[in-house]
């Protein structure tokens, strides 16, 4: 077993609701979150990064690790995140915290972080936060392991929000979907290749 499996057995049971996964997301899926970031060289905050499997996609895509900002809760998962990847800023912050750490202008944000299991105000206040660091036009990625969007319907509305299906990724346990939301009054960035 990798020393971040690991990692991820501890904190489940250790806090089961903060992890709220059964296993870390798999590199399929880490590679369709990194495809729909528009620009690789661009500055990019991950939420929530648990172990670092998204993160190892979004590196793996292009993104320098100087243009990459985590940021985790946890502060065991946020001190094996900075000793995993040098260069990239790894912050013991929570998500709703964005605009307290990272400048606007940000090219993309990922998220693994459950937002549909969370009290509509704590997912409200990590929604809003991601589009107060987002630039126009740049997507807020996030999963989901259901059929609806990652996000509800009443945030979506509340922050007038577009949401876009991107990818089906069935090779995850279990399988996920990708959703890039955009706010409605925007154009997006265009898409890579």
Same mark, same amino acid.
């Given at each position: 077993?990798?020393?971040?499996?690991?990692?991820?057995?501890?904190?489940?049971?250790?806090?089961?609701?903060?992890?709220?996964?059964?296993?870390?997301?798999?590199?399929?899926?880490?590679?369709?979150?990194?495809?729909?970031?528009? $620009?690789?060289?661009?500055?990019?905050?991950?939420?929530?990064?648990?172990?670092?499997?998204?993160?190892?996609?979004?590196?793996?895509?292009?993104?320098?690790?100087?243009?990459?900002?985590?940021?985790?809760? $946890?502060?065991?998962?946020?001190?094996?995140?900075?000793?995993?990847?040098?260069?990239?800023?790894?912050?013991?912050?929570?998500?709703?915290?964005?605009? $307290?750490?990272? $400048?606007?202008?940000?090219?993309?944000?990922?998220?693994?972080?459950?937002?549909?299991?969370?009290?509509?105000?704590?997912?409200?206040?990590?929604?809003?936060?991601?589009?107060?660091?987002?630039?126009?036009?740049?997507?807020?990625?996030?999963?989901?392991?259901?059929?609806?969007?990652?996000?509800?319907?009443?945030?979506?509305?509340?922050?007038?929000?577009?949401?876009?299906?991107?990818?089906?990724?069935?090779?995850?346990?279990?399988?996920?979907?990708?959703?890039?939301?955009?706010?409605?009054?925007?154009?997006?960035?265009?898409?890579?290749?």
């Amino acid at each position: 077993m990798t020393a971040s499996r690991t990692l991820f057995l501890r904190q489940l049971i250790r806090n089961p609701r903060q992890v709220s996964a059964i296993a870390p997301s798999s590199p399929f899926l880490s590679r369709a979150m990194a495809r729909q970031i528009p $620009d690789p060289r661009a500055r990019v905050v991950e939420f929530g990064p648990g172990t670092g499997a998204l993160t190892r996609g979004i590196l793996s895509g292009g993104v320098p690790p100087a243009n990459l900002t985590l940021l985790e809760l $946890d502060p065991v998962f946020a001190r094996a995140l900075a000793a995993e990847f040098p260069g990239v800023r790894v912050l013991n912050a929570g998500a709703d915290r964005a605009a $307290d750490h990272c $400048d606007p202008g940000v090219g993309a944000v990922i998220s693994g972080l459950p937002l549909l299991s969370m009290p509509d105000p704590v997912a409200l206040a990590i929604v809003r936060a991601a589009f107060a660091v987002l630039a126009a036009g740049a997507p807020l990625i996030q999963f989901t392991y259901g059929r609806r969007p990652s996000i509800a319907q009443s945030i979506i509305e509340a922050l007038d929000l577009r949401a876009e299906e991107r990818q089906f990724v069935p090779l995850n346990l279990p399988p996920a979907r990708v959703h890039c939301y955009f706010r409605r009054s925007d154009t997006p960035l265009p898409r890579r290749g």
